[in-house]
């Protein structure tokens, strides 16, 4: 599996962005997927995390983004979305989505298979 993530930028406080993640072979609908961040000079932390799809899809989100972040997926295209709103300053980060293929345990990173190479987010005050 490749993933290849997009969609950061620069963005005021307060402001939104859409990061995408699409992912390479035919399994994609049986992985789980997350995204984390990394900020600089801190460790890599859980963002949010989906299993299934649709109707049928769990989510998980860190405490920090919840009500804020939406996490979202569309099989058909092999593609995971993390949509933000309300960014603040300490959402800067490098974003990574990244997979897991075996029992969903969504916020340990050491659980995930497959890591794409990460989209920076640069949030302003």
Do not use: H
């Not at 049928?56 to 569309?74: C, E, H, L, M, P």
């Not at 800067?92 to 995930?112: I, Q, S």
């Amino acid at each position: 599996v490749q993933l290849q993530a997009s969609g950061g930028g620069f963005v005021q406080a307060g402001g939104s962005l859409r990061l995408s993640c699409a992912a390479s072979g035919r399994t994609f609908s049986s992985w789980r997927m997350g995204w984390f961040r990394q900020a600089p000079g801190k460790e890599r932390e859980f963002v949010a995390s989906i299993r299934w799809s649709g109707s049928n899809s769990n989510t998980y989100y860190a405490d920090s983004v919840r009500g804020r972040f939406t996490i979202s997926r569309d099989n058909a295209k092999n593609t995971v979305y993390l949509q933000m709103n309300s960014l603040k300053p300490e959402d800067t980060a490098l974003y990574y989505c990244a997979a897991e293929g075996g029992r969903w345990v969504p916020a340990v990173k050491d659980e995930y298979d497959y890591w794409g190479q990460g989209t920076l987010v640069t949030v302003s005050s």
